[in-house]
């Protein structure tokens, strides 16, 4: 029967905690201690849950029953009392500071700088399109997994599932700099793997063509294994090495200053030199504090006096979705060679020079390490922006 004022005044604690139902879910929670909590059951979505009314007698039992029928009435409009309760919470002391976009925008402030202007405009495009319309204004404790996969199935469902996976990844990222900054507890984004489909490409004859040669660079991008196995195959493309060469790259070679590799070739043993264009450059950056101090850029899992097994990029080239018909570790090289020479209409004497290939001019004479090297760093670093941009424009579709 419901409770009445005095059944509450006469209920004595007991050793045990016990529960006085009133009607509606609604129950007055007597602890051995003798205070005498409201409580309110119901359940949303499913699942049985709890919301706390107040004490009494601070809060007299016409007081309970109007705050249940307020939750009530909120549940009959498909809103979760406790989310609310939980966002008023939130809401008292806090700032805009505390408001996902705010954080956002401060962390795309701290780390922008060092990164390429096309990775820059992508990253500042998908927060202000797909992310801050949907979840900016709440505070970060206050979105859940499904909330921010609801973000991403709307881009999935226009098509860019590479685009999904992208700004799941910029996501996480700045729950995880609200987390370091003290301004939120978890990152949901970590809730999601697995939830999105992979991308995987299909019925690539070769990968000489832009379009198919932009998903793979995005599925590269959105690569979930370790993060000096994504640093070789986003690099990959980049250097278009050989394979070997690559994996055994050492730090004592990489010149950060002067933004150059040099190496002794393994098949010629002659020496070769890389330029490194600026978004070669980011990733080197970002690897160094990791594998710096050791001998390899891209150490053995087991040992880091060990390079990567040689199998790696390609086994990673299987995760993301490619046969072996489809993309090998080498074929980065027959990418870049095709592209360069058919899309931007580079010579193929400094192609070749870049491939470290035996080229020799005509009275028979090898050229140098060093031969057209200006018209090679031009080279790198206009085939680094013309990879930014076709991924970019495979994203916006």
């Known amino acids: ?67 249940r029928e307020k939750a009530r009435q909120q549940l009959a409009n498909g809103i979760d009392p406790s989310q609310v309760r939980k966002t008023e919470k939130l809401a008292q002391g806090k700032i805009a500071g505390d408001t996902f976009e705010f954080i956002g925008r401060e962390w795309f402030n701290k780390f922008s700088p060092t990164w390429s202007p096309s990775h820059l405009a992508r990253v500042k495009r998908q927060l202000e399109k797909d992310l801050y319309p949907w979840i900016g204004s709440s505070h970060p404790d206050l979105i859940d997994a499904p909330t921010l996969l609801s973000c991403l199935r709307r881009i999935e469902s226009r098509g860019a599932l590479v685009s999904a996976h992208r700004v799941r990844g910029i996501a996480g990222q700045v729950f995880r700099y609200a987390i370091a900054t003290g301004r939120a507890t978890r990152d949901p984004s970590n809730d999601l793997k697995g939830a999105l489909p992979p991308v995987k490409g299909k019925n690539f004859a070769a990968i000489t063509d832009p379009e198919k040669a932009a998903i793979l660079l995005n599925a590269i991008d959105n690569f979930e294994g370790t993060f000096v196995v994504k640093c070789a195959l986003q690099l990959s493309p980049l250097i278009f090495a050989r394979p070997g060469e690559i994996r055994h790259a050492q730090w004592k070679d990489i010149d950060l200053k002067k933004a150059e590799w040099r190496y002794l070739v393994t098949k010629t043993q002659t020496e070769h030199i890389v330029p490194l264009s600026s978004q070669a450059m980011n990733i080197l950056n970002e690897l160094h504090p990791l594998t710096g101090s050791g001998k390899y850029l891209f150490p053995s899992i087991r040992t880091p006096l060990r390079p990567m097994s040689e199998n790696t990029i390609n086994a990673s080239l299987r995760r993301i979705g490619f046969t072996k018909e489809e993309m090998t570790a080498h074929g980065f090289r027959a990418m870049a060679r095709t592209i360069l020479d058919e899309e931007l209409g580079f010579r193929p004497e400094i192609i070749e020079h870049q491939l470290a290939h035996a080229v020799k001019d005509p009275n028979g004479r090898a050229y140098n390490r060093t031969a057209h090297l200006p018209q090679r760093k031009e080279m790198m670093q206009s085939w680094a922006d013309f990879l930014d941009a076709i991924k970019n424009k495979a994203l916006d579709y």
């Not at 007991?14 to 879910?25: M, N, T, Y």
């Open 1 to 67: 029967m419901p409770l009445t004022a005095t059944s509450i005044l006469n209920a004595k604690p007991s050793s045990k905690a016990r529960k006085l139902f009133d009607e509606r879910g609604l129950y007055l929670l007597v602890n051995p201690r003798g205070s005498k909590l409201w409580r309110f059951k119901y359940r949303f979505n499913g699942k049985e849950k709890l919301l706390a009314l107040g004490a009494f007698p601070e809060i007299s039992l016409k007081q309970a029953r109007d705050r």
